[in-house]
């Protein structure tokens, strides 16, 4: 289903992708000289990960969907259909650059009214792999709600997998699982760097707050992150558990950017999710979303006190608080293990 075009076109973009066919690079010596961090106590077996899609530039908007629809987690967000997306300048795609999904930053709107802003579905499904997002920038602000997940048909038993979310002026990163019945987060199984937030990670009765850890980095989201010019989540999602790791742009591993990804030689992931106490058919025909939202659900309830001390709706009335809302994206690609 992904054309050889985007391909062909990654190769264009970009010397760093110029590997993209080259996959036995993987364990010449040189690239093991690198491998200088300590080994997982998980994951010490080695997989072999091949390229399966690239989405960069003109793929966002060949190979992914817009969608148009009231949010459904409540936001003040008039969601744009591609064309309109385009027109506005919300959604801009550069095949030599970062592509950018961003908020509306120039209308005074009413109380109450959504402000326009952008979110994107691959068209394909994946029920497994190595997903790297390269960013360049993300959005934040009172009342910003950007995510970049993962989610399955019939939700919640579809599953979902949330790699980049937080709100506000938050810093550090949260990565959430949401899942039908039957599922918990064991952390103490496997070493992780990140702290637990919660271990039920079933939707039920309202009750969706899953299981979830936090980045200790305060490089891992919001102005941290941007400052630094971003950088990489790269979540494994095997028959074994769920595994996200975040580098920032001067840690990323040489393999990530050699497009030879070896998760075995990155340490710890920050997040980890076994399936031992939750399953693995609590995941399938999964999705990737990249959105930005504002107040609704989790941003709605976390205004009115500390850095965005004003109403979350008085925040979205103002244009000048979007001018950090855009997500600036360098690549989205997705590995299988063979
Ligand atoms: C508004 O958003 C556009 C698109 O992301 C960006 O290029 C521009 O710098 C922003 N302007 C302001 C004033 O925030």
């Given amino acids: ?59 966002f908007v060949n190979d992914w969907s817009f969608f ?12 744009l259909a591609k ?3 385009i027109q506005a300048g919300l959604a801009v795609t550069n095949n030599d650059g970062p592509s950018t999904f961003s908020v509306d930053n120039s209308t005074w709107l009413g109380s109450g009214q959504g402000r326009n802003s952008v979110r994107i579905t691959s ?47 938050n810093t550090k990163n949260q990565y959430t699982l949401h899942t039908g019945d039957g599922c918990t987060l064991d952390a103490t199984l496997r070493v992780s760097t990140g702290n637990v937030l919660g271990s039920n990670c079933v939707s039920s009765n309202g009750d969706n707050s899953g299981c979830a850890y936090t980045d200790p980095s305060e490089n891992s989201y919001g102005a941290g992150f941007n400052d630094n010019h971003g950088g990489v989540y790269a979540t494994v999602w095997d028959s074994e558990g769920i595994s996200m790791y975040f580098f920032s742009r001067c840690d990323i591993p040489e393999d990530i950017d050699n497009e030879t990804p070896d998760p075995s030689s990155w340490g710890s992931p920050v997040a980890t999710f076994p399936f031992t106490s939750c399953t693995a058919d609590h995941f ?5 979303v990249l959105d930005t939202t504002l107040c609704g659900d989790w941003a709605g309830g976390a205004t009115g006190s500390g850095d965005c001390p004003k109403s979350c709706n008085e925040y979205v009335m103002d244009p000048t608080n979007f001018a950090t809302a855009a997500w600036e994206v360098n690549y989205i690609a997705v590995y299988q293990n063979n």
């Fill in 1 to 59: 289903m992904h054309s050889f075009s985007v391909l062909l076109a990654s190769l264009l973009v970009s010397p760093l992708l110029a590997n993209a066919f080259g996959h036995g690079n993987a364990l010449t010596p040189a690239h093991k000289r690198h491998r200088n961090r300590a080994p997982s106590t998980y994951q010490k077996k080695r997989a072999s990960y091949t390229l399966e899609d690239m989405y960069t530039g003109d793929s």
């Fill in 68 to 79: 148009s629809e009231a949010d459904p987690t409540h936001g003040t967000v008039n969601y």
């Fill in 83 to 85: 064309d309109a997306a």
């Fill in 123 to 169: 068209n394909k499904q994946y029920n497994g792999g190595l997903f790297i997002a390269d960013f360049e920038k993300m959005p934040t602000g009172c009342s910003t709600w950007p995510a970049f997940w993962l989610v399955g048909p019939s939700w919640p038993n579809g599953g979902e997998i949330d790699i980049v979310e937080g709100v506000n002026v």
């Fill in 284 to 288: 399938s025909d999964m999705s990737m």
